[in-house]
């Protein structure tokens, strides 16, 4: 039994003229959600910028040993205090990634065929019971819209959605754009916001040059961009710049981070610009000037 408090009324700090304040979440479209998919998104995406560095590698799924994944020990695990997500698969976190690791870990919880066969032709790949017991942050998942299986794929995202709700795990969805697809500002409207709609609590797709202000705006839900193919440093990040000034929340790069010359600069340079809000320019000067620091 605790002992009996005998702090008198008058003593006793109720503040009754102070009313308490309600705070919205910092996350566009989250208000909704339940406490722990809010505090798991909040480790994704920092509070204080409202954004977020994801490093993806989690290509391997697909495409096997990916160039600069062929050792994820030796390239990915030197860049992961810059990042705050991991975007990789259960196979390389169970098998590489140390548990005291502070990053937030998303996911990869679709999967199936190989670069050899129809990529839409996904299932999902994690039980949301073992996204419990690996503490993921999010799961993700590839939605194929306009793809053979579509339907295979919206439905995989669905799932998923609602078993994530049922443990307070958000989906990020990944719209994967097909090669006969046509990737301009149109077709992402199009997919992210059939990802926002059923349900996805994040929604990650690629910058357009021409319009991304309207991706963006029309999904009611925070977007990440992919980096895509290996670009120069400098064009990386003046897509990186030109995504957040456009309404994204933060990047998921993998390639443009773990094939540049010097990967570690390129993540330091890519945080200034998406967290501390650095010109393209600043930012490259910053990569060049750590690039010739031997590590
Ligand atoms: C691809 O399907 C995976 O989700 C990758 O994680 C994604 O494409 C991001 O990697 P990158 O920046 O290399 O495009």
Redesign the pocket.
């Known amino acids: 039994m605790p002992e009996a408090d005998a702090t008198t009324k008058a003593e006793k700090e109720f503040h009754a003229n102070v009313p308490q304040e309600s705070h919205a979440f910092f996350l566009k479209g989250s208000n909704a959600h339940d406490w722990g998919m809010n505090n798991r998104l909040a480790r994704i995406f920092n509070p204080r910028s409202g954004k977020a560095v994801m490093l993806?590698?989690?290509?391997g799924y697909?495409q096997g040993p990916t160039t600069g994944l062929e050792r994820v020990d030796l390239s990915i695990l030197p860049l992961a205090p810059y990042a705050d997500a991991l975007?990789l698969t259960r196979g390389i976190l169970r098998s590489v990634i140390p548990p005291a690791s502070p990053n937030a870990i998303v996911m990869?919880a679709s999967g199936g065929p190989s670069i050899l066969k129809e990529l839409s032709n996904e299932q999902i790949a994690v039980s949301i019971e073992d996204a419990v017991r690996m503490n993921v942050s999010a799961v993700?998942v590839?939605v194929f819209i306009g793809g053979e299986l579509e339907t295979q794929s919206v439905h995989n995202m669905t799932r998923l959605v609602d078993e994530g709700n049922r443990y307070g795990i958000p989906v990020l969805a990944?719209t994967?754009v097909g090669k006969e697809m046509v990737r301009d500002a149109k077709y992402m409207r199009l997919a992210c916001r059939i990802c926002a709609e059923l349900g996805a609590a994040f929604v990650?797709t690629y910058y357009v040059p021409e319009d991304f202000e309207t991706v963006s705006a029309s999904c009611p839900v925070p977007l990440v961009i992919?980096?895509?193919?290996k670009l120069p440093e400098l064009e990386a990040l003046r897509m990186a710049h030109a995504s957040i000034a456009q309404g994204a929340a933060g990047v998921?790069?993998?390639?443009?981070i773990f094939q540049a010359e010097s990967p570690v600069a390129m993540i330091q340079a890519v945080r200034k610009v998406v967290h501390e809000g650095a010109s393209p320019e600043q930012a490259f000067d910053s990569y060049k000037a750590s690039k010739s620091v031997k590590r």
Request: proline content about 0%; hydrophobic content about 45%; aromatic content about 10%.
């Open positions: 993806a590698f989690d290509h697909f975007m990869r993700a590839q990944v994967a990650k992919a980096g895509g193919k998921d790069m993998g390639r443009n």
